[in-house]
């Protein structure tokens, strides 16, 4: 069975966070995105599991369903998900990490978050915090089911990841020590994307996932990751932990340009640098003297031991896309929040069936029947990869652009009148 999963999402309990995020919401706009399988996100925060075991019930082996909604809400598959951050020493040094973990169960989760509780405030956050070693909730979430899983979280931003310039490590094997055996696989986060990773040959072992980290129902699937297998729990993780590429196609990407810690920089100070120019100016900020924020590119050429462009054996492909409304949106000369977007982003998908399908299968003549010239043009230079970006940095998204001047120009009256 083909299919399209985004496992990291968060609830409403988690900071910055939307109202909707909550699982009869999500299911709706996984059917409207196209995605099969989706995470609940935050499983150790108290209300939202008690939401969970409620709103929830059981499908395929490891995986659940919504008890109500229509028949396309029904079909979205969730499977438990929850991120916890560890703020510790550890060689002399302060380590922030975020882990992701997945569950088999609800009696599983209940039994994990018995045992975090002893630790923590579960309810402070739908991210818990903790301050022992990332090993040591290794050993526990494990102790607890060997069905669950752990994969380190976007890891590579710079304040909270295995990888990060500011908290991290410069190996999996430094982090995890003799708990490293149990981490088959890493999310790469919205600011890199596999080929910045294929430059570290230790990692060639390891399977890259890539997911939205979505705090808002429109959000999910910016970045998601594309199966033909057995739709369960096991059969899922066999793919994964295989990295067999015949079961696992590809990962949907980010241009990880746009992603808000891609290149160094500080916000405050307006200072946006390459890595490069970074180290010419010792990775301090000329406007203030305070260091900069070390972004993912820099981190990847610091750890790196290839040139960009190497390809390792048995590699997952990845192609990346741009979210359909901010193509809407450029296209509109509108913000993408703009009830204008959201009109016409309804309107293509309820023509096409989904939005991956839109970005993904129709051909642009198909597109060309139903959607407007300057949306088309749109969607076809994303495939092309034919956009100009600034990258983003300390925090700030990078900003993309995908229409050219010449094409807006042959955006036809017609075409106006449909947009608006």
Known sequence: MRFIADFHVHSRYSRATSMDMEVETLARWASLKGIQLLGTGDFTHPTYFAELSARLEPAEEGLFRVKKGDKSERATRFMLTGEVSNIYHQ??????????????????????????????????????????????????????????????AHAWTPWFSVFGANSGFDSLEECFEETVDKIFAIETGL????????????????????????????????????????????????????????????????????????????????????????????????????????GVLHRVEDLADREMGFVPKGAIPARHLIPLGEII?????????????????????????????????????????????????????????????????????????????EENAEISAADQMNLF
């Open 191 to 294: 600011s890199s994307d596999p080929q910045m990773n294929w430059r570290l040959s230790k990692l060639d072992a390891i399977t890259l996932i890539s997911n939205s980290d979505a705090h808002s129902p429109s959000r999910i699937g910016r970045e998601a990751n594309v199966f033909d297998c057995e739709l369960s729990y096991a059969g899922m993780w066999d793919v994964i932990k295989k990295k067999d590429p015949k079961r696992f196609l590809l990962t949907i990407e980010f241009f990880p340009e746009e992603g808000k810690y891609h290149y160094d920089g500080h916000r405050k100070c307006g200072i946006l640098f390459s890595p490069a120019e970074s180290i010419k100016h010792s990775n301090i900020c000329p406007v203030c003297k305070k260091p900069l924020t070390v």
């Open 329 to 405: 949106a450029q296209a509109l000369g509108v913000a993408p929040g703009a009830a204008s977007v959201e009109r016409e982003y309804m309107r293509i998908v309820q023509v096409f069936g989904s939005e991956f399908g839109v970005l993904l299968e129709r051909s642009p003549e198909e597109l060309s029947k139903h959607v407007p010239k300057s949306i088309v043009n749109g969607i076809r230079r994303v495939r092309e990869g034919k956009v100009t970006i600034v990258p983003g940095y300390d925090g700030v998204f990078g900003k993309i652009n995908i229409t050219t001047e």
């Open 91 to 152: 060689g002399g040094k302060l380590r922030k990490t975020h882990t992701l973990i997945f569950a088999r169960s609800l009696g599983d989760v209940e039994r994990l978050n018995s045992r975090l509780h002893r630790h923590g405030k579960l309810s402070s956050d739908g991210r818990p915090i903790f301050t022992f070693p990332v090993k040591e909730l290794v050993k526990m979430v494990l102790e607890v089911s060997p069905a669950f899983v752990l994969v380190p």
